[in-house]
């Protein structure tokens, strides 16, 4: 509700409302959802990358939670099992709900043993791409930060020197945008979940619309380029509206199986090249 409020898809009684608006008796309130985003968020499901001894990769989508919920619904595992003639997924590698690009599942209890030891000790690994606010001080580095859980049932991490898992993320320039960077992550010794995002965040550059480390949770063409103006009687939409990260590829061996960069962070990036440079 929230974010369609800021994003003027919220009508109170025909106009649009802000996220905190009061209600009366009589009033209607209207949320303004196209077709096009109805049919993406009943369509979604992964896409298999690669099957072979007992390991199988697969394209998330953003939106579609990796594991069911209590809520019940789809999710990633339930459309790896379909795609596997019904062998249940072991999981070896787990992506937020918003967070697109490769899993990895083993398909026996062997090779997710294997694969496990594998991860650990960085034999195998998954690589992101991310694009954050500003410039990078070099061209690579690493984020060696501990990291632990403010409260036990959040799922974000902050740095945690004292108490925390220790954690360690390499990242790499791969291109330089007028006020913005397209980042090369790889999490070192083994990874966890939400690694990426807490490392970025504590660099100071958190994924670009990562609400849950402080970013704004959108970006709008008006943003970027002051004299656009969306058309009249229609709310500008978002560019993005999901954290910018994207589990690009899946490293072990000679294996290296790479996942496409979805639509919203490829018109993101084109849209982000056409911005003149900073003077």
């Not at 209607?28 to 096009?36: C, K």
């Not at 990562?210 to 500008?236: C, F, N, T, V, W």
Request: proline share 7%.
């Amino acid at each position: 509700m929230r974010r369609a409020g800021a994003g003027g898809e919220l009508l109170l009684n025909g106009a649009p409302a802000g996220p905190s608006v009061t209600l009366k008796l009589g009033d209607v309130l209207q949320l303004l959802v196209s077709p096009e985003t109805l049919a993406r968020q009943t369509q979604l499901s992964v896409s298999l990358l690669h099957r072979a001894d007992g390991l199988v990769l697969a394209a998330k989508p953003s939106g579609l939670p990796f594991d069911s919920s209590r809520r019940g619904g789809s999710c990633a595992l339930d459309s790896i099992q379909a795609l596997c003639d019904g062998s249940r997924p072991r999981p070896l590698h787990r992506l937020d709900k918003e967070t697109s690009g490769v899993v990895v599942a083993a398909l026996n209890r062997d090779t997710a043993e294997h694969m496990a030891a594998e991860f650990s000790a960085d034999r195998a690994q998954v690589e992101y791409l991310a694009v954050v606010r500003g410039p990078m001080p070099d061209e690579r580095g690493e984020i060696d930060l501990a990291l632990g859980k403010g409260r036990r049932s959040s799922a974000t991490l902050r740095p945690d020197p004292g108490h925390g898992r220790e954690s360690c993320t390499a990242w790499e320039v791969q291109e330089r945008l007028s006020g913005f960077t397209l980042l090369k992550l790889m999490p070192q010794r083994g990874g966890r979940s939400h690694q990426v995002r807490a490392h970025l965040a504590a660099l100071g550059n958190p994924a670009l619309c990562d609400a849950a480390y402080h970013e704004d949770d959108r970006i709008l063409m008006s943003q970027l380029k002051l004299r656009y103006r969306p058309k009249r009687g229609k709310p500008e939409r978002p560019l993005l509206a999901r954290p910018a990260l994207h589990a690009r590829a899946f490293r072990h061996d000679d294996l290296v199986v790479e996942a496409p960069l979805p639509e919203d962070l490829e018109v993101l990036l084109a849209q982000l090249r056409r911005l003149r440079p900073l003077t």
